[in-house]
């Protein structure tokens, strides 16, 4: 009788190979579990030199992070922010919290990311800044963008939630736009459970956006609250995982590399799949390694995901873009966006982690291969 475990493989798993439960219990022996403590201190000041951007200004998600970024710009009723149509919804939603409206463009077929090409005609009159998110793990083309938005005197926000680590004509993705944003929730190559960081070099941006987090008490004159603020603040147990996690965050993007090179030696010959943007001026991080199907393959990509999770495969689709959503799609009538609505309806992630193991690798290629072939 066959008694062994079922093969189980997720599409994303954290890999705590560090310090991290050592500062975790110095936290819990010191009594310091909540928003203060040394380790939110530690842990802002070493991603600041990470990134070699002075202000690191941690909070307790991503999506606060764009939200406290949008408030630093005073963000009002009847602005337009330019999102790319194909991303996670936590690019779009803080555009709204604001009051503000998104304005939604497709992505390049090359870097999955927003298309410089196509911002230039959804401006207005009412566009306050543009948000680039590196989808993926894959920088967006920022060159373009960022002259765009110095000839046309807007912001650009970078949301790096899914490229830590990634760069672009050798700068590091999050240091060219005028505030960037990260998320660490637990699928993320980086990881603090939840949790948030912005980084800028404007220490007027960083001095706000601190003040937001912190129910706009201000930091001079405790219990005094000089505008309306948030209570957005990461625990000094979440940024000792985080500093734990940083001080290894080339072994886990090394481990990522490693992993996408082994699925694009043994995919590359395979016509039914498209693979991930990896283009030669950029670096992608893979934070998931991402395949299209292609016209050569006969089955839709929800049955190859059905029959992958029949052999106990974890895949997630590509993400639903904005302009389809119920509450954007009357904000994207009579328009079109036909690279983002191919690649979402026909993207697949496949399972990347660090400690994803090498025989469970070659299993999620062999079976992959064999489903999209049948």
Wanted: glycine content about 6%; hydrophobic content about 45%.
């Amino acid at each position: 009788m066959n008694t062994a475990k079922p093969r189980k493989i997720p599409v994303a798993a954290p890999a705590l190979v560090g310090r991290e439960k050592e500062y975790v219990m110095d936290c819990m022996d010191t009594n310091w579990i909540s928003s203060n403590g040394k380790y939110i201190d530690q842990f802002e000041q070493a991603f600041a030199a990470y990134t070699g951007v002075p202000h690191a200004i941690s909070c307790c998600n991503g999506t606060v992070a764009i939200h406290l970024a949008l408030l630093a710009f005073d963000l009002k009723p009847g602005d337009e922010v330019i999102v790319p149509t194909l991303t996670y919804v936590a690019s779009a939603n803080p555009v709204v919290y604001c009051g503000a409206t998104p304005v939604f463009v497709d992505v390049d077929p090359t870097t999955w990311c927003i298309d410089p090409a196509r911002i230039a005609e959804k401006i207005t009159p009412r566009t306050k800044g543009i948000i680039a998110v590196h989808l993926y793990g894959h920088p967006a083309d920022m060159d373009p963008i960022m002259k765009m938005a110095a000839e046309r005197k807007l912001f650009v926000i970078e949301d790096v939630a899914e490229a830590h680590g990634a760069t672009y004509k050798g700068r590091m993705a999050g240091t060219l736009g005028d505030i960037a944003t990260f998320s660490f929730f637990g699928n993320k190559i980086i990881t603090t459970g939840e949790g948030g960081m912005m980084i800028t070099r404007n220490p007027e941006l960083a001095q706000k956006m601190r003040l937001f987090k912190g129910q706009g008490m201000d930091p001079n004159r405790r219990f005094w609250f000089p505008i309306t603020g948030y209570n957005y603040r990461m625990t000094n147990i979440e940024a000792a995982i985080g500093l734990a996690q940083l001080e290894k965050i080339e072994w886990h993007i090394s481990r990522r590399k490693e992993i996408a090179a082994v699925y694009t030696r043994q995919l590359s010959g395979c016509r039914e799949l498209a693979l991930p943007p990896n283009c030669e001026w950029a670096s992608n991080v893979f934070w998931l390694y991402s395949v299209v199907l292609t016209e050569h393959c006969t089955l839709t990509r929800d049955e190859v995901m059905a029959k992958l999770a029949a052999v106990g495969i974890e895949t997630r689709p590509f993400f639903y873009p904005m302009h389809i959503l119920p509450m954007f799609s009357d904000l994207a009538k009579g328009q079109t966006f036909p690279v983002s609505d191919h690649l979402s309806s026909r993207g697949i992630n496949l399972p990347t982690f660090a400690n994803l193991q090498a025989e469970d690798l070659d299993y999620v290629i062999a079976q992959l291969l064999k489903i999209v072939r049948s």
